[in-house]
């Protein structure tokens, strides 16, 4: 159950970039660390140049972005998580364009007890599974 959060600089994305990236950022989830579609949550948003800023500056020619995505801990190999940091930046870069150096994926790892979805913790859906 993956929550990703995509925040760029720049001006909002057309509907149709915004759902293909989506679609992309879903399946890439998918296959990279084998995380459930039905449940993959993807959230774009767009901050004005002005509000975006790297050392200090502010973004004029490039765009920046910030990817959060967070997976419980403990469910996926460093590898895994490597291949997946690379991965997210090509496909950001390929749907966004150039890309400042300083935009970030960002794998935040939570503990089963302290997220979850439809009301219920991730370690309490594994004690459902485990009892039936």
Known sequence: MPV????????????????ALQQQVTGLIHRVLGKAV???????SSQPNRQW?????????HQSVLMEIYITSGTNSEDEKRLMISEAHSLLEARLGPLVEASYVVIQELAPTDWGYAGVTQE??????AQT
Do not use: M
Request: charged fraction near 25%; include cysteine; proline fraction near 5%.
């Open 53 to 61: 800023s790297v050392g200090g500056d502010a973004i004029t020619h």
């Open 4 to 19: 990703i959060k995509i925040q760029h600089s720049g001006e909002p994305l057309a509907n149709d970039t915004c759902s």
């Open 124 to 129: 309490e859906r594994r004690r459902r599974k």
């Open 38 to 44: 039905p449940v993959t949550a993807v959230l774009i």
